[in-house]
Nanobody, 126 residues
Framework: QVQLVASGGGLVQAGGSLRLSCAASGSIFSINYMGWFRQAPGKQRQLVAAITDIGRTNYADSVKGRFTISRDNAKNTVYLQMNSLKPEDTAVYYC????????????????????WGQGTQVTVSS
């Protein structure tokens, strides 16, 4: 079983910065996708940024030039550096990590997994 722990949210004024972290733990063999999503009240969860195992990144248009996603493969951790924050960035931010677990006796090929973090609140005041 793979678990994710997200941290780094908080309250910040418009124009400020925050850095989110999400660390994965468990029987992880490989990670091929790491992403950050957000969900504002009354709205659907949407992709903010994602990064693949070869470092290819993808950003929502609304955050391009302000947010940067990065990963530390040795720590199984993904980061989201958020600069020039706006009130419309206010939401609960969730990390999502996908990959494969180590092969074992009960799982000789190593199943794929997709896990979500617990969500961290980001509030930007005007």
């Amino acid at each position: 079983q793979v678990q994710l722990v997200a941290s780094g949210g908080g309250l910040v004024q418009a124009g400020g910065s925050l850095r989110l972290s999400c660390a994965a733990s468990g029987s992880i063999f490989s990670i091929n996708y790491m992403g950050w999503f957000r969900q504002a009240p009354g709205k659907q969860r949407q992709l903010v940024a994602a990064i693949t195992d070869i470092g290819r990144t993808n950003y929502a248009d609304s955050v391009k030039g302000r947010f940067t996603i990065s990963r530390d493969n040795a720590k199984n951790t993904v980061y989201l550096q958020m600069n020039s924050l706006k009130p419309e960035d206010t939401a609960v931010y969730y990390c999502n990590i996908q990959g494969r677990v180590h092969p074992s006796g009960s799982d000789p090929v190593g199943s794929g997994f997709g896990s979500w973090g617990q969500g961290t609140q980001v509030t930007v005041s005007s």
